[in-house]
T-cell receptor, first 116, second 113 residues
Framework: AQKVTQAQTEISVVEKEDVTLDCVYE???????LFWYKQPPSGELVFLIR??????QNEISGRYSWNFQKSTSSFNFTITASQVVDSAVYFC?????????????FGSGTRLQVQP | DSGVTQTPKHLITATGQRVTLRCSPR?????VYWYQQSLDQGLQFLIQ???????AKGNILERFSAQQFPDLHSELNLSSLELGDSALYFC????????????FGQGTRLTVV
């Protein structure tokens, strides 16, 4: 069965520090998709990135970067030079390609607090 | 703004009652998902529809049901409500049934008293 583990429940950093949020997944499929979502204090879920299992290239978007490693079943998220506005709960999610398993399975989330 | 609209934003109701949550997906999206977010269970998938047909079921209780209409909007019906049903209910939509990113509405905060 598919599973996503975010072992870090809460992380607190000071502004301008770099921070990495860990995500480890389990799946029996060879085709699957990985996602990160941000949930700010206002409550909505904001899509950040999608990766398919055949694309291990790392991605950078401004201060955000993602490291996908199939060998360790990890899809980690790094925020460089963190800012107070980055304070939120971040969710890693997985969906498989198989029928009936395509919905997102979410990790438990990591709460990031960025102190000024 | 994700383009997904959920109504109402807040709902307070008594135990035993029935409520209906409504979702309008992004323009062009055929797939609609419902999720429940609670403190003890986290984000749980409830049910998925694609172009009017049910595609997958998650941890949805028998007291809950959903449908997707020809205009692609969806409704989640919750009946015989219990205190434990208090949660944030999200609707999400995506363009395909598989693999595409899902965009979430702002959620409906349901409080059962």
């Amino acid at each position: 069965a598919q599973k996503v583990t975010q072992a870090q429940t809460e992380i607190s950093v000071v502004e301008k520090e770099d921070v990495t949020l860990d995500c480890v997944y389990e799946t029996r499929d060879t085709t699957y998709y990985l996602f990160w979502y941000k949930q700010p204090p206002s409550g909505e879920l904001v899509f950040l990135i999608r990766r398919n299992s055949f694309d291990e290239q790392n991605e950078i978007s401004g201060r955000y970067s993602w490291n996908f490693q199939k060998s360790t079943s990890s899809f980690n998220f790094t925020i460089t030079a963190s800012q107070v506005v980055d304070s939120a709960v971040y969710f890693c999610a997985l969906s498989e390609a198989g029928e009936g398993r395509r919905a997102l399975t979410f990790g438990s989330g990591t709460r990031l607090q960025v102190q000024p | 703004d994700s383009g997904v609209t959920q109504t109402p934003k807040h709902l307070i109701t008594a135990t035993g009652q029935r409520v209906t949550l409504r979702c309008s997906p992004r323009s062009g999206d055929l797939s609609v998902y419902w999720y429940q977010q609670s403190l003890d269970q986290g984000l749980q998938f409830l049910i998925q529809y694609y172009n009017g047909e049910e595609r997958a079921k998650g941890n949805i209780l028998e007291r809950f049901s959903a449908q997707q209409f020809p205009d692609l909007h969806s409704e989640l019906n919750l009946s015989s409500l219990e205190l434990g049903d208090s949660a944030l209910y999200f609707c999400a939509s995506s363009v395909r049934a598989q693999g595409a990113e899902a965009f979430f509405g702002q959620g409906t905060r349901l409080t059962v008293v």
